[in-house]
Every structure is written in C-alpha cells, then in structure tokens.
C-alpha cells in the first residue's frame, strides 16, 4: 500500500522556523522526484519545493526561495521541508507529492496545517 504521511506542522511565531517530514512506504522511493506543494484559505495550491530523485538538484517557488530548504534521505525514504524566518502568508496546508514518468506513479499525502501567527 502507497502511502506518504506528512508530519511536523503546528504553530509558529513569525520569524520562526519549522521542519517538515514526509514518510513514504509501498513504492520505490529513490525512484521518484518530490515536491511540497501548498494550499491557503481561499488560495489555489501553489507549488513550492522540488528535489530530484537523487536529491542532486533542487528549485523553489520565489516566494520561499532562501527561506525554506528541501531535502530527502532515501535511505529512510523521507523528504523534509525545512522552513525558516516564517511570515502569516505561509500559512497553509502543506502537502508532499511524489512523481515519477518512469514508475508511471504519482501519489500524494494527506497535507498538514501549518500555521504562522503571533
């Protein structure tokens, strides 16, 4: 069974920081390029963070560029986002994608609220 499971949102003060995880089980892992995506009240989701499959090559949305980081580990098939000098306008549901053309896949988390308010 396909599953990716979004972990490590909650409330953080402005200027704060946070980290994300993304777990993944039931596909070839390494295999697949990730990307965090977000959704904001009233807002359509707005890609965020990507990586490739062997994590050698990164891009960000401007709107995060220098502020938030992504990474993955595949030796525990887990993604991250690492998200710093947060502002209100990041708060969102954050969701974790993992795509690939080769493996025909393309599955996504369930998201997880983060929220950025003093």
């Known amino acids: 069974q396909v599953q990716l499971v979004e972990s490590g949102g909650g409330l953080v003060q402005p200027g704060g920081s946070l980290r994300l995880s993304c777990a993944a089980s039931?596909?070839?892992?390494?295999?697949?390029?990730l990307a965090w995506e977000r959704q904001a009240p009233r807002k359509e989701r707005e890609w965020v963070a990507g990586i490739t499959a062997a994590g050698d090559s990164t891009a960000y949305a401007p709107s995060v560029k220098g502020r938030f980081t992504i990474s993955r580990d595949n030796a525990k098939s887990t993604s991250y986002l690492q998200m710093n000098n947060r502002n209100p306008e990041d708060t969102a549901v954050y969701y974790c994608n993992a795509v690939s053309a080769q493996e025909d896949g393309d599955y996504w988390g369930q998201g997880i609220q983060v929220t950025v308010s003093s």
């Open positions: 039931g596909f070839s892992f390494s295999r697949y390029a």
